[in-house]
């Protein structure tokens, strides 16, 4: 996608980016009152101009600083609770999830708007005009505080549940998946190029977005080809080859425009990376199948979900046959075994000792195995996962079991 707005949903998944927005709301809510005391009528002014603002305030002042700090530290016990039960590369979810981030901003905001209007009405800067218009906004901000303490209370009932932890990834993973199902190979084309200069990393992290855009406009602007070597979700080191052109030499400015096309981090992200989504769920999976938690429902959960993606992934045969849009791009397409393996690699690993989720995890690859494009993987898997079985179930009549839910029997 392109750098600036993928720059920007990361910046804005920051809790400090709209907690600092809404406190900013509030202040000038609380000092640009009293611009609009002239249109107040006299006798409104008269019945809402009194002392009862203040009394509001005072009362919002201290009770919403106590009501943040309560949420901060429910959020951070959220936080702590998924990491242990799901996995960390979730917990961040949960501080980049907008409905608390929504709740907590709110409370910052009309915290800071309370002192603020206090400090305003003893400096004695409103009027009985402006007095009135601030009863009004103190009415306003009390309803929308009411509002966001109810919505905070209804997600602290989900926000540590894995369940809810895997509905977010699902929805993640789905998005990555459509984008890159309907964009395939980033609007470019699969290939190589035999030579050319190289792009190279200045930093040492993953590929968290290409902005394939951007290439295609800078190989217009020097009349070249690009091959992206490094995809989103690659580790690179520093010097490592992010790109390659159809150019003898590339200097510092071309390696420049060339390289701010990529955004490289200290993690993977789950925008332009279908894989990383995958492989969270597996990472639920196995946490799920270890012995110190030992719930199989949230592996069967897994692969579900897993099933879901997968069948949207390549439901559609006509992934590799769209016309590409970017004629100077090459880009490595995704392989479909390595979405497999993902999402339920772990389960087959893990699980092979559970026959509730070894069946169900055969289940779920026979449903799949119908799609052409993944069947020659499927089979793969599905073998891998049986000799595990075999190796691990003490029973032959469960061996016999999980083979039968293989064949469809």
Known sequence: MNRWIFLWRKLKRQLWVRATAYAGVGVAAALLAVFLAPWVPAPMAERLGGQSVESILTILASSLLGVATFSVGAMVTAYTS?????????????????????????????????IVAVTAINA????????????LFSLAMVGLVAFRLLAWINRLSSLARVGHMIDLVEGYALDA???????????GRRGHLSAGAE?????TGYVQNVDPARLQAMA???????????????????????????????????????RSAFT???????????RFGLIVLGE????????????????IQVISSGVRLLDIWAGDAAVEKQTPVRDRLFVPGIVDADLLDD????VARYGAGDLAVSIRLQKGLRALATIPALRPAIETLTQEALERCRAVLPIPADVSRVEAAAEGR
């Not at 792009?199 to 930093?203: Q, W």
């Not at 979700?233 to 150019?247: N, Q, Y």
């Not at 993690?267 to 332009?272: E, I, K, T, V």
């Open 82 to 114: 998924v990491s242990s039960a799901a996995s960390p590369r979730v917990a961040a979810l949960v501080t980049s999830d907008e409905e608390t981030q929504k709740s907590l901003a709110t409370f910052v905001g009309a915290f800071l708007y309370a």
């Open 124 to 135: 004695h800067y409103y009027g009985q005009n402006g007095r009135a218009i601030l009863f």
């Open 177 to 187: 998946l459509t984008q890159r199902r309907d964009l395939p190979l980033l609007g």
């Open 199 to 203: 792009v190279k990393a200045h930093a």
């Open 220 to 258: 217009e602007a020097r009349d070249c080809e690009v091959e992206v070597v490094a995809a989103p979700g690659a580790l690179v080191r520093r010097g490592g080859v992010l790109a390659r052109i159809s150019l003898p030499t590339c200097d510092d400015r071309a390696q420049d425009d060339f």
């Open 264 to 274: 490289i981090g200290d993690s993977r992200s789950y925008d332009q990376d279908p």
């Open 284 to 299: 639920i999976a196995a946490k799920a199948l270890s012995p110190g938690v030992n719930d199989p429902g949230t592996a």
């Open 343 to 346: 999402v339920f690699g772990p």
